[in-house]
């Protein structure tokens, strides 16, 4: 918990920091990046970023790596983003995703059933309607006539048996950063392998191209076994994504209602807007977080993560756990990020 002298000593040390540029013991992050950069949430990350690299290696926009970085995940029919992930109460999977480039352009797709590429969806909003987001079966009507194709309804095999398991008790208990260790980085893991199923039902990619411009991506089957309807941060503008060309670019995992709580990676782009380095903007969208949940902070985990538009990148979290996939043309790696709770 955080006391009033912690809090004060740390707007101090905030302080001190700003006027290094962010960067320091405080705030570990990387120096200014010569080159694309992109990053994501997560071990799948890893392998996103490798879809992504494909276009950015190329010379490509930040706007198509970060959907087509995401988009190996959402491929991924046993991971928990996409069609084989965990379903609602009710045993069917609802997929949420936004995507946002650095002019402010953005376009979301929220309680989409059976397409495969929500992201996708999500860009075509963007591009091909006067709207941000649609939802249910708008957004399903309006992707089929974009021609997406109406997947099957039926549960990937792993999550059959998570949501049989799961009735049995019928109780939503979250878990902080569920994963399975010993199999980090090596490809997808059945939900009933890992302490009877996964929390890492997000990815988000922001990315910086070699013309300096900036973009973000998220996708989500959001919380497994949630109530019919639900919607967390991620396909929301501000909360679970946020980019704005002139400053940087944030998104956020973990628990979607408190991030909403703060339009958390609006509020974090706008600290570095404030000139805070990201990992320092991060935290402090993190500490803001812990003081509002008090004691109930224990209970969940959300993470930030962000670059500026000189390339450099920063992550916090509330709890030790969160990692992040990060690929420049010299370094391709999974970094620890900092915690409020060591």
Known sequence: MMNRKRFLQLGALAGAVTSMGGRGAYARQLTKVNGPVVV?????????NKGAWEVLGKGGTALDAVEKGVMVTENEINCCVGLGANPDRDGFVTLDACIMDHRFNCG????????????????????????VMLVGSGAQQFALAEGFSLESAELSPDAKKAYQDWLKNEKYEPQINRENKENQGHGPFAPS?????????????????????????????????????????????GAGLYVDGDVGACTATGQGEDVIRVAGSHSVVEMMRQGYGPEVACRKVIERIVKIKGPDVNK????????????VVGSFAIHKGFSYALKTNTAEKLVEANSWFK
């Open 108 to 131: 979301s797709v929220a309680f989409l059933e059976r397409i495969k590429h929500p992201v996708s969806v999500a860009r075509r909003v963007m591009e091909k309607t006067p709207h």
């Open 40 to 48: 994501s949430t997560w071990d799948a990350g890893l392998r996103a």
């Open 300 to 311: 969940i985990q959300v993470a930030f993560l962000a670059i500026n538009k000189h390339g």
């Open 193 to 237: 392998q890992i302490n009877g199923g996964w929390n890492h039902d997000t990815i988000g990619m922001v990315a910086l191209d070699t013309n300096g411009n900036l973009g973000g991506s998220c996708t989500t089957s959001g919380m497994g076994f949630k109530m019919r309807g639900r919607l967390g941060d991620s396909p929301i503008i």
